[in-house]
């Protein structure tokens, strides 16, 4: 902490980079003029001399920093951030995992930080609803430069972050899309069982079945499976975790789709009858299970998360150690008959932030707010110092790491304080292959090659995101608990029908879960749904097809 760099800006030449060469070309005119309103330039002529408000402000704890760096309230950036922000931050760790109880007991006991950083738009829009943070029309307008800035210029947000018809969020915008979730699948098993790669259900079946059925590791021993249910039901675009994702548009009518949670629950149950999947699957609640059944060579095909990250690359690093001679593919979801859709991933736009109704200096948190969106700011907490953590690239134009053993210790888990980084701004520079990966090591190589293999399979209008819609309203408390309540009982009918082998069919359950959701009151659900579609479908909407239009500029 004594090196001297900590305390120095960010020099010319990426400060060049970051207003130029990778500012996307439809954007480039719209990037701030030169100035203190919307650039640093040096960071402590900028910083108000004498004390300087203070401000409470959330950050993930995901348990990963490394040893001897601190923790994530206390640490080389969180000392950077305070040595040159314009205000005092102290820092609320949030568990990544479940951070909704962590935020509730924080609410109820009065000590929730001023700025909420949260990546659940449905906590957010219900943390809205219930008044817990605050509309920011008028702050954005009185006490931001750099962000009003940025909402004028591109519209769609303002669209995003709004709810019930204020803005109650703040948000960013990103060059590009990203895949969270993949589907990776034993290359080297399919060849010695002469199969191709599944591009049907029925095909991802087949393949299962023989994984699990014909010794694809040759070790003599049936020990082996073919697949876990991760993301099955995103195959049938949709996903039970969140109400909305449940609706689809039918007719121009936002309708609840029964007949995809028919699908997928038919397909979960042939291959858990035919054994292709852990009998103790449902036990898996983090997906750890299926993770080390992967990484030690015993799964045919994975669903992972986040390829494009140090835990995604992690999970691969530690699969090829364990099986030096497997080769391993990036595959798209397998078509249904409602289509064919991608895994979840990162949007072009989202947001991120609000402030709590109970912040006591808001415009302090406005400032807080430009300085984190500031050229010097992003830069800093994405790619280090440089001399220290990078070099500049002459061939790519880009930062290049110098190190990056290094940087996995000192830099690279500290992406939760760039959760205001208007990432467009780092354009082809953000990318995991050129931060994270050096492609004249075998495996980073190999890596990469996947990376490139996802975005193909994931990140296009042939196959897109798995839900149609996002409303700019979020059930009320009531409706939630009606939600809450009856999707355990539905959840508990599936689960018996997928378990309880012939004697238990999904026609029963399904007509069961349609009785249950009848009876606790699901119409209401249906109709908030349905009302609040036909309410914002000309404004306040953002439709999937938004995505996949915005890339195109």
């Avoid at 990963?64 to 305070?82: A, H, L, Q, S, Y």
């Avoid at 064919?340 to 947001?351: D, E, L, N, S």
């Amino acid at each position: 902490m004594n090196n001297p760099t900590m305390k120095k800006t960010v020099t010319a030449s990426l400060a060049v980079l970051l207003t130029g060469s990778l500012i996307l070309a439809a954007c480039s005119s719209n990037e701030p003029d030169p100035g203190p309103a919307s650039t640093t330039g040096n960071t402590a002529a900028t910083t108000p001399k004498g004390p300087k408000p203070k401000i409470t402000v959330s950050i993930y704890d995901r348990n990963n920093v490394p040893e001897g760096e601190g923790k994530i309230t206390d640490n080389r950036w969180t000392k950077w951030i305070n040595e040159n922000a314009p205000v005092q931050v102290e820092f609320i760790p949030v568990p990544r995992t479940n951070s909704a109880q962590k935020w509730n007991v924080l609410f109820a006991s009065g000590e929730a930080p001023d700025l909420i950083f949260e990546y659940s738009n449905a906590y957010m829009k219900d943390l809205a609803a219930k008044e817990q943070i605050i509309p920011l029309d008028d702050a954005i307008e009185k006490y931001s430069t750099t962000y009003k800035k940025m909402l004028k210029e591109n519209p769609i947000i303002k669209t995003l972050t709004t709810y019930n018809g204020k803005t109650f969020f703040l948000g960013r915008m990103f060059a590009d899309m990203a895949t969270n979730h993949y589907l990776m699948i034993r290359k080297d098993w399919l060849d010695k069982l002469k199969l191709s790669a599944p591009k049907t259900t029925e095909e991802f079946f087949q393949v299962a079945k023989a994984f699990t059925e014909q010794d694809p590791d040759g070790n003599g021993t049936k020990d082996t499976r073919g697949t876990t249910f991760g993301d099955i039901d995103m195959f049938f675009g949709f996903e039970p975790s969140s109400p909305a994702w449940m609706y689809h548009l039918q007719n121009d009518q936002y309708v609840r789709s029964w007949d995809r949670l028919r699908a997928s629950t038919e397909l979960k149950k042939r291959l858990y009858d035919a054994g292709t999947v852990d009998k103790d699957i449902f036990a898996d609640k983090t997906g750890e299970m299926a993770r080390q059944d992967w990484v030690n060579g015993k799964l045919g095909m994975y669903v992972g998360d986040n390829l494009e990250a140090v835990k995604g690359y992690s999970t691969y690093e530690t699969f090829m150690k364990n099986n030096p001679n497997a080769d391993v593919a990036i595959i798209p979801l397998p078509k249904t008959e409602f289509g064919q859709f991608a895994p979840a991933g990162a949007t072009p736009f989202q947001f991120t932030a609000g402030i709590n109704a109970t912040s006591k200096n808001v415009e302090a948190v406005m400032k807080y707010i430009d300085w984190l969106m500031s050229d010097e700011t992003m830069t800093t907490l994405k790619y280090g110092f440089e001399g220290v953590h990078y070099k500049m690239d002459a061939a790519t134009g880009c930062p290049k790491p110098i190190d990056t053993e290094k940087n996995k210790k000192e830099l690279t888990w500290n992406a939760d304080f760039l959760m205001m980084s208007q990432v467009y701004k780092f354009s082809k520079c953000d990318q995991f292959v050129i931060t994270s990966l050096d492609q004249s090591k075998p495996l980073d190589k190999k890596y990469a090659e996947l990376i490139s293999q996802g975005r193909a399979a994931y990140i296009t209008p042939d196959r897109p995101l798995y839900y149609d819609l996002t409303l700019p309203v979020t059930l009320p408390d009531d409706l939630v608990v009606i939600n809450n309540t009856v999707s355990t009982t539905i959840t508990n009918l599936i689960t018996k029908a997928i378990t309880g082998g012939r004697g238990s069919s999904v026609d029963q359950a399904m007509n069961e879960a349609k009785d249950a959701w009848e009876k606790a009151g699901g119409k209401k659900i249906d109709d908030f749904h349905a009302k609040a579609y036909a309410d914002y479908k000309n404004n306040g909407i953002i439709y999937t097809k938004d995505f996949y239009n915005y890339l195109k500029k």
